[in-house]
């Protein structure tokens, strides 16, 4: 199985500051990494897919990068809305998540 | 707009069984992978199963195998979830969800159900 650590567990963070949020694999995942937004009482929703790739409507200030063991979710400049959990997701072999990092406002 | 619809959950004694079913629209239902992931409460979230286009192809996670059986009717555009044995560390909101890629099977979930609370408890 492979183990996705996600780090800081928390990041709090001002409105229009950049975020930077990490996803460690376990063992290489090539490109295959999602990255998911969850707020309080809702379902996830998929921002970037294959490390790097937009999902539909996505707003262009979440970009994603990495591959094998490393990846990054960066907000350029956080809207209100962005705070929220993020989860990293591999499907190299079975899917797997990361524990989450809460974004909270500073 | 596509709509996922979860529905089935409730509370069960330990050792029992539910059936989730999960009802879908807005989209060629039958052309997409499907799958369940769970949320146990304050927790993060866990792939369970998941199920190809055909239903010829099923998937399970290791802690579930065995327990769960993942199915789908494409003339009702409903995939199913049963739930067998069940135990305290199922308890989970169960959310469907819709594969991103036609025809194929990508892992990465671009639509989502609300979810429906499984409690399994005594």
């Known amino acids: 199985e492979v183990v996705l650590t996600q780090s800081p567990a928390t990041l709090s963070l001002s409105p229009g500051e950049r975020a930077t949020l990490s996803c460690r694999a376990s063992q290489s995942v090539s490109s295959y990494l999602a990255w998911y937004q969850q707020k309080p009482g809702q379902a996830p929703r998929l921002l970037i897919y294959?490390?790097?790739n937009r999902a539909t409507g996505i707003p262009a200030r979440f970009s994603g990068s990495g591959s094998g063991t490393d990846f990054t979710l960066t907000i350029s400049s956080l809207e209100p809305e962005d705070f929220a959990v993020y989860y990293c997701?591999?499907?190299?072999?079975?899917?797997?998540f990361g524990q989450g990092t809460r974004l909270e406002i500073k | 707009e596509v709509q996922l619809l979860e529905s089935g959950g409730g509370l069960v004694q330990p050792g029992g069984s539910l059936r989730l079913a999960c009802a879908a629209s807005g989209f060629a239902f039958s052309s997409y992978a499907m799958t369940w992931v769970r949320q146990a409460p304050g927790k993060g979230l866990e792939w369970v199963s998941g199920?190809?286009?055909?239903?010829?192809?099923?998937y399970y996670a290791g802690s579930v195998k065995g327990r769960f059986t993942i199915s789908r009717d494409n003339s009702k555009n409903t995939v199913y979830l049963q739930m067998n044995s069940l135990r305290a560390e199922d308890t989970a909101v169960y959310y469907c969800?819709?594969?991103?890629?036609?025809?194929?099977?990508?892992?990465?979930?671009?639509?989502w159900g609300l979810g429906t609370l499984v409690t399994v408890s005594s």
């Open positions: 294959d490390a790097s």
């Open positions: 199920v190809s286009i055909t239903g010829g192809s099923t």
């Open positions: 997701q591999q499907r190299s072999n079975w899917p797997t």
């Open positions: 969800a819709k594969d991103r890629l036609r025809l194929g099977s990508s892992y990465y979930f671009d639509y």
